[in-house]
């Protein structure tokens, strides 16, 4: 399966910044998607990241919020923009490699916003 | 609406004794079913799927999944954990080929005990 490398694993950020969060993957995949782990709590699709076109939010996600770039079929970004404590989580890149395949993730981004 | 129950929030295991993992789920049609296993500080990682076939399906780490319809459960097991399976497990559930519907339970957190 492929290999996912996302970056950083984790970041202490101050409120009011922001992070980009990178996801590479080592094959070309046909659909790549961000989630958000809050503290004791289930996976939340955030956005689905579409090759060269603006990515497709969920009810409770915008793009001025978590900013979203894919330039290739190998590589996303998620920026979290004007960080507040509530943003703390760990942050999951995951892949389909083709179509019908199950979801990859990568290692996470552990997110602590003070 | 699609959905995962994970009853237990928490178990412990003694090393060597059997395991079993609740999931139970609500979907209209026909389901594509997930375990995944998330290690502390890791991603999470596909123990097995099940779609259609045969309603016992083996997955790695010598762990094993049975689809019940009638009761709408897909049940994690194995016969004896050893210390490595501690960890947090995932249920997951969606439509065949629509990863981006994908719906995850809760958790459920194991411990292992000597």
């Known amino acids: 399966s492929a290999v996912i490398s996302q970056k950083p694993s984790r970041d202490i950020c101050q409120r009011g910044t922001s992070l980009t969060i990178q996801c590479q993957v080592d094959?070309?995949?046909?659909?790549m998607f961000w989630y958000r782990q809050q503290p004791g709590q289930s996976l939340t699709l955030i956005a689905t990241?579409?090759?060269?076109?603006?990515?497709?939010?969920e009810s409770g996600f915008v793009i001025d919020k978590f900013p979203i770039s894919r330039p290739n079929l190998t590589f996303s970004t998620l920026t979290v923009s004007n960080m507040s404590p509530e943003d703390s989580s760990i942050y999951l890149c995951?892949?389909?490699?083709?179509?019908?395949?199950?979801?990859?993730f990568g290692n996470g981004t552990r997110l602590t916003v003070t | 609406a699609q959905s995962v129950t994970q009853p237990d929030i928490h178990i412990t295991v003694s090393e060597g004794a059997s395991l079993e993992l609740r999931c139970n789920y609500s979907y209209g049609a026909t389901p594509y079913l997930f375990w995944y296993v998330q290690s502390p500080g890791q991603g999470l990682q596909l123990l097995l799927k099940y779609f259609s076939g045969d309603t016992l399906v083996q997955g790695i780490k010598g762990f094993e999944a049975e689809f019940k319809r009638s009761q709408s459960s897909f049940n994690l097991r194995k016969p004896s954990v050893h210390w490595s399976d501690a960890a947090e497990y995932f249920c997951a559930v969606g439509p065949y080929g629509g990863n981006e519907k994908l719906t995850f339970g809760t958790g459920t957190r194991l411990t292992i005990i000597p």
């Open positions: 990241a579409n090759q060269g076109s603006e990515a497709t939010y």
């Open positions: 995951s892949v389909e490699e083709t179509a019908d395949s199950p979801l990859h």
């Open positions: 094959s070309q995949v046909t659909m």
